[in-house]
């Protein structure tokens, strides 16, 4: 199960006199992650740097940083905080010391980690859009059942041999949905098609 955040949150910190300062926020999209970035990057800062995940698709930058010290730390905090559909922005301010490589990624992995942390968090729901054929006497059985599973119905026709419904739930419910569509009508509602979301 993974978490994404409740709003934005803001984590500071400071490292051998250079000042960190994590924005995290939650994004349903890549538009949406670079237009955060973009809005609370600090152009007087020495480095902006960020990652995000959503889903299966990441990004992750260094900004002038050396490679792989900022931006891969930061997607790696937000993985092991197990978060997903969130961005990382991390600000340093060079404080005169340098960090050297694994200091540089201590630094950024761990204020992100640290900001993820202590942000208000709720789980991530994956859902299911199904498919199902159901004859017109199984009509009243199927719709019975879609207010016991928590079932939104997104679209419903109608064809010579039934109807076919257009479904979306939250995962954990497929399978007592299947198995009481099953006992409720004989085996004669039939699931089509199936994806997760």
């Known amino acids: 199960m993974t978490d994404t955040l409740s709003a934005h949150f803001s984590y500071t910190t400071e490292v051998k006199h250079s000042r960190f300062i ?7 999209s890549s538009e949406q992650a670079l237009y955060f970035v973009g809005q609370v990057s600090d152009a007087d800062a020495t480095h902006n740097c960020w990652a995000y995940r959503i889903g299966k698709e990441y990004r992750s ?19 092991g905080q197990n978060c997903d559909r969130v961005v990382v922005v991390v600000t340093r301010w060079f404080g005169g010391i340098k960090l050297g490589a694994g200091g ?52 419903e026709h109608f064809e010579a041999d039934g109807a076919h419904l257009s479904l979306r739930l939250p995962s954990d419910q497929l399978a007592d949905l299947k198995t009481y569509l099953r006992n409720a009508s004989c085996d004669r509602i039939r699931f089509l098609n199936t994806s997760t979301q």
């Open 22 to 28: 994590a924005h995290a926020a939650p994004v349903a």
């Open 61 to 79: 930058n260094d900004d002038n940083e050396p490679a792989g010290t900022a931006g891969r730390p930061i997607l790696a905090a937000i993985d």
């Open 104 to 155: 540089l990624a201590r630094a950024y992995g761990g204020t992100a980690a640290e900001c993820l942390r202590h942000a208000e968090r709720h789980r991530l729901i994956e859902m299911i859009e199904l498919t199902v054929a159901c004859p017109f006497d199984e009509l009243g059985t199927l719709h019975t059942a879609l207010s016991l599973h928590s079932v939104e119905k997104t679209s």
